[in-house]
Structures are given as C-alpha cells and as structure tokens.
C-alpha cells in the first residue's frame, strides 16, 4: 500500500523549534555539562540537530526500548534493548524524545534512570499530542504540540520507513507502528 503524506511541521519550522530549545539548554544548563540521553531510533535526527545548537559542553547518549517484546502487541513496560553505557549517578540528565503518546515509553524509561541516582533528571520532546491525558508525563521542554494522527519524518517512522525526510509529515492512509 502507498500512504498519502501531508506536511505538518516544515523542516525550517523544525529547525526554528530546535534552536529555541538549544538555546533553552544552554541558558538553564550553563555551568553545568548535561548528559543528553535519546531514545532510539526517532530521535537520532532530532538528537543530531539539538546538540549542534546548543553552545555549552553536553555528553551524548542513546537508550533503545522495545514495548513489543516476544509479542506483536505493545505491553506497557517498556523493555530496555540497549543501554547507557555513561555513569549518570550525581549527573544532570536530560531524556530527549521523538514523541510522546500515551507516555508510557519515557515513564518506564524515566524511572529506570532515577535508580541510577542522577543529580536532576529533565524530559524533552520535540512533539506531544494536544490530547495526551492528565496521567501523561509533561515534559520539561517541548518542541510543539500536535493533533491526531499517525506522523513520521524528522526521524520518526512508519514500519520503519521514511525517517530520512526532512519534514514532519501526517500519514493520511494507513496508521500502525
Ligand atoms: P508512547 O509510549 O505511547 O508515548 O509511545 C511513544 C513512542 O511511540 C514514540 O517514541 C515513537 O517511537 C512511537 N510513536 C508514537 N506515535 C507515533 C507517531 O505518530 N509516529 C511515529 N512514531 C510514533
Ligand atoms: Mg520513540
């Protein structure tokens, strides 16, 4: 099936997102060395941009989670696939996102990185649905907000399709994950 793509965020609209939010990084975090800490895959692109607008010294790492499993239905823990491998005991993180949806990906993950005793932990976003619940976790910073639908490019995808495009776009046939 061919899916029908509809441009939301243009991609200078992303690059305009994502200097406001290095800006904000290296204002809050500006005497400290945060350690930035991305969810894989879609927030490779975001993660790449992000750094390289920001202006103070940051660290670099990538969690990958799973919420399927041995199964074809999402559970609602999120296994851990690949790990940090940086000592974030007494460390600023800040946990970057693609999206967040039910938000139960960053709450299982959010957790997980409190046992390991960082000094302040941050979430950031670069999208969030306007809908989310009340029980969604908000994050700290936010790219923007969007309405329904299932999106990709700018890293995320569909079946593992279409990261590379430099917009976000709204698949309007076809929805899955
Ligand atoms: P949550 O745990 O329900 O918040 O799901 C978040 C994860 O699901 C995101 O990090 C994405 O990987 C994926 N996801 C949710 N919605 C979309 C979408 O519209 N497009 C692409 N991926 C999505
Ligand atoms: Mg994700």
Known sequence: MTETLKTIITA???NEIVRGLGSRITLDYASKTPVMIGLLKGSFIFMADLVRSITIPVEVDFIRTSRYGMSDTPSNEAAVTIDTDLD?????????DDIIDTGRTVEGVLARLRTMRPASIKLMALLMRRNAGVECPKPDYLGTTIGEGFVVGYGLDYKERYRHLPDVCVIEEGRGG
């Open 12 to 14: 200078a609209e992303l």
């Open 88 to 96: 974030i005991r007494g460390r600023d993180v800040i946990l970057v």
